[in-house]
Nanobody, 116 residues
Framework: QVQLVESGGGLVQPGGSLRLSCAPS????????MGWYRQVPGKQERELVA????????AYGADKEDRFSISRDNAENTVYLQMSGLKPEDTAVYYC?????????WGQGTQVTVSS
């Protein structure tokens, strides 16, 4: 069974930076597209932050590309989300998502709080 291990969340001041990481545990992994979504307080749906294919093709959600950067290490099956210029409205639970052998998996989420 595949489990996703997310890290890097926390409290940061406005204008600060954070880097999230996510890696699956398990054997015989065949990881495809990986990505990050977030769920802001008071909303039920998760919004796209960014995705990246195994070949490195990236896609960003609306208004995310200027301050967020997604990358991955295929050798380590790890996906990263570099966030800079953080704003209070970026406060959310950030979820990692990936496909392993075509099956979708979600992480438990990591809290990011932007506040002074």
């Amino acid at each position: 069974q595949v489990q996703l291990v997310e890290s890097g969340g926390g409290l940061v001041q406005p204008g600060g930076s954070l880097r999230l990481s996510c890696a699956p545990s398990g054997e015989g992994l065949r990881i495809g597209t990986m990505g990050w979504y977030r769920q802001v307080p008071g909303k039920q749906e998760r919004e796209l932050v960014a995705t990246i294919t195994r070949a490195g093709t990236v896609a960003y959600g609306a208004d995310k590309e200027d301050r967020f950067s997604i990358s991955r290490d295929n050798a380590e099956n790890t996906v990263y989300l570099q966030m800079s210029g953080l704003k209070p409205e970026d406060t959310a639970v950030y979820y990692c998502k990936l496909y392993n052998s075509g099956v979708l998996y979600w992480g438990q989420g990591t809290q990011v709080t932007v506040s002074s």
